[in-house]
């Protein structure tokens, strides 16, 4: 029996606003990156330096190290790959290593843009440096708007993609790479043009573009696919993978007619027994746990987690993010209070640093000693609206001592407002409706949501009497079983 799991269909609707193998021998080891800062006072505010490893979106591995009293900084961390591209933000976006590498950065605060890599790997790092920040490398498509039908969207591809090539093979007659590194940025640019492809597909979809049929080229998956065929790990990789999952919902018949029994083996059937696999299916298990803030779902899939992902460094980072939100879930408060106050210890230090977080303070101080549920949401999202029913429902549920309903709407469109308000007669005693543009200027609106990751619409947040958050993401709506039972934990009943 197939089992059916709601986060998968409230999954599919945010996007909308047997592979029998032995597990992989991959190669793995430790990888030391030191590194020293010249011209610090420069910069004299830049305390830290952050290092990501790829993967999702929204889901990246991070480090961040403190800059020593001598300008020294360190990482370690363990690879699980045979090569690896790890960004030293903002610094370097393209660094490759290997496991077992020792690699030495100077960072010039006066030249932030070109550090020097001494060490393992230097000369490979200073081949592929030579074509990102050469003036060689473009890698966003400048496509959407400018297609109506499939013919001009394939012409315009087409015609960025060759710009591409040149560029490539201009660099390449003029820097002479070798094999390897040739090989690389081939990959490279491969993988940029079908994430261009489907991301503009999925535009095309989102704004209804009639005459675009994204469903002819259901056959280029498999193309994108062998790109995925090795132990090489890019952020190119998982840019084009997870186009291609979003791409796979979006053409899904049964998730179209909101069937409940589709699976997430039924949305990635096309690309069964391909190199796509450990990918897309590692994307549906991030989401869940990242964009929808559950655990379950993973738990429910450990199976398949086995059977599928293979790939020691997916394993990891999956097993990592499952572990930070079971983590999350027995002891709320310290990714509360990250969430709240950022690096800063408390309230007070952080609005010193973050005054655009005081009407969110506010509204704490305002209800503290009661539960809060906040709903995001913008008039513009049919997720939003098709919520407002249950909300309504869920606030009889409770008494208004116990707990407190908010929403607060994007923008300052008060007219807009208040006929959504009218037509679905959401004036009810115990439910507070806010404007954001009644908060503060549009700029810091936009630095509080940046805060509190709040990045698509609807977004929750459960609050407890004591002001820790201990629920929050699109997992939390008033339509999902899982959000009263939450609100019924922290309430005590």
């Given amino acids: 029996m197939k089992r059916t799991l709601y986060p998968l269909l409230l999954l599919a609707l945010l996007l909308g606003c047997k592979m029998q193998q032995e597990p992989s021998k991959a190669t793995q080891g430790e990888v030391i990156i030191t590194g020293i800062i010249k011209n610090r006072d420069f910069y004299p505010h830049v305390n830290e330096i952050v290092l990501q490893l790829p993967f999702f979106r929204k889901g990246k591995v991070t480090y961040t190290t403190d800059i020593a009293e001598d300008n020294s900084f360190y990482f370690n961390f363990m690879l699980h790959a045979e090569m690896c591209e790890v960004s030293i933000k903002p610094y370097m976006e393209h660094l490759y290593v290997q496991p077992g590498d020792s690699i030495h950065l100077e960072i010039d605060f006066k030249d932030m843009l070109h550090p020097v890599v001494t060490g393992d790997g230097a000369e490979l790092n200073a081949q592929i440096t030579q074509f990102t920040q050469g003036g060689f490398y473009m890698q966003d498509y400048r496509i959407f708007p400018d297609f109506n039908t499939n013919e001009e969207l394939e012409e315009l591809l087409e015609k960025e993609h060759q710009e591409r090539i040149r560029r490539y093979e201009e660099y390449v007659q003029k820097h002479q790479p070798d094999e390897k590194v040739k090989q690389y940025i081939s990959e490279l640019l491969k993988a940029d043009y079908y994430t261009a492809?489907?991301?503009?597909?999925?535009?095309?979809?989102?704004?209804?573009?009639?005459?675009?049929?994204?469903?002819?080229?259901?056959?280029?998956?498999?193309?994108?696919?062998?790109?995925?065929?090795?132990?090489?790990?890019?952020?190119?990789?998982?840019?084009?993978?997870?186009?291609m999952y979003y791409y796979l919902h979006a053409t899904n018949e049964r998730l179209k007619a909101y069937d409940q029994s589709v699976t997430l083996d039924d949305i990635l059937s096309p690309l069964k027994d391909t190199p796509a696999m450990p990918y897309l299916y590692a994307q549906g298990l991030s989401s869940s746990l990242y964009e929808l803030n559950d655990t379950t779902y993973f738990n429910s899939q450990k199976e398949k987690f086995d059977l599928y992902i293979q790939s020691s460094y997916l394993r990891n980072s999956i097993l990592q993010m499952h572990q930070s939100k079971k983590g999350f879930q027995e002891n709320p408060k310290p990714v509360s209070d990250y969430i709240l106050h950022g690096r800063y210890q408390d309230q007070v230090k952080a609005q010193g640093f973050m005054p655009y977080m005081k009407p969110f303070y506010d509204l704490l101080e305002k209800y503290r000693g009661k539960m809060i549920y906040l709903d995001f949401w913008a008039p513009w999202c049919p997720p939003c609206l098709a919520e407002m029913e249950p909300?309504?429902?869920?606030?009889?549920?409770?008494?208004t001592e116990d707990i407190v309903f908010i929403t607060?709407?994007?923008?300052?469109?008060?007219?807009?407002?208040?006929?959504?308000l009218e037509k679905y007669e959401m004036h009810v005693d115990g439910i507070e409706h806010i404007l954001t543009d009644d908060l503060q200027d549009d700029n810091n609106v936009h630095k509080m949501y940046n805060q509190l990751n709040v990045n698509r619409f609807p977004h929750y947040f459960i609050i407890n009497r004591e002001g820790v958050i201990v629920n929050y993401g699109s997992m939390m709506r008033p339509s999902y079983p899982g959000t009263a039972a939450c609100i019924e934990q922290w309430l005590g009943k």
Avoid: W
């Avoid at 909300?391 to 008494?399: S, V």
């Fill in 408 to 420: 607060i709407c994007r923008g300052d469109n008060r007219k807009r407002l208040k006929e959504v």
């Fill in 197 to 243: 492809l489907f991301n503009n597909l999925l535009y095309a979809k989102n704004y209804r573009i009639e005459g675009v049929d994204i469903h002819r080229y259901a056959h280029r998956l498999k193309e994108a696919s062998a790109l995925l065929d090795n132990q090489v790990i890019t952020d190119a990789h998982f840019r084009m993978s997870q186009e």
């Fill in 391 to 399: 909300l309504k429902e869920l606030r009889k549920k409770y008494k």
